[in-house]
Nanobody, 114 residues
C-alpha cells in the first residue's frame, strides 16, 4: 500500500531554516506530481509548493522566495527547503503524492517561535 512519511520538522527560531523530506513507498508506477501542504489549527489546509513529474516547481505566494521544492525520483522522495521562516509558517506540513488519486502523509510539525 502507498505510504508517505514526512520528516524534518521541529522548532526553529524566526529567520531560521528547515529542510523537510517526504519518502514515498508502495508506489509501483510513476508519480504524476508531489507537493507540500500545511495546516495550522483552525485553518484550512493550503498549498505550499508542488513539483510535477516533469520537474516544474511552484511555490505559493506566501512562501515565494523562501521556498525550494525538489524531487529525487529514484527514491520517490520530495524535499522542501524553507528559509527565513516566520511565525506564520507554523503549521503541520503534509506531503501529497498524486498518481490516480491523492495520497497524504501523516504530517510533520513545524513551529517557528523565539
Amino acid at each position: 500500500q502507498v505510504q508517505l512519511v514526512e520528516s524534518g520538522g521541529g522548532l526553529v527560531q524566526p529567520g531560521g531554516s528547515l529542510r523537510l523530506s517526504c519518502a514515498a513507498s508502495g508506489i509501483r508506477v510513476s508519480i504524476n506530481a508531489m507537493g507540500w501542504y500545511r495546516q495550522a489549527p483552525g485553518k484550512e489546509r493550503e498549498l505550499v509548493a508542488s513539483i510535477s513529474s516533469g520537474g516544474s516547481t511552484n511555490c505559493a505566494e506566501s512562501v515565494k522566495g523562501r521556498c525550494t521544492i525538489s524531487r529525487d525520483s529514484a527514491k520517490n522522495t520530495v524535499h522542501l527547503q524553507m528559509n527565513s521562516l516566520k511565525p506564520e509558517d507554523t503549521a503541520v506540513y503534509y506531503c501529497k503524492a498524486t498518481i490516480r488519486f491523492n495520497y497524504w502523509g501523516q504530517g510533520t510539525q513545524v513551529t517557528v517561535s523565539s
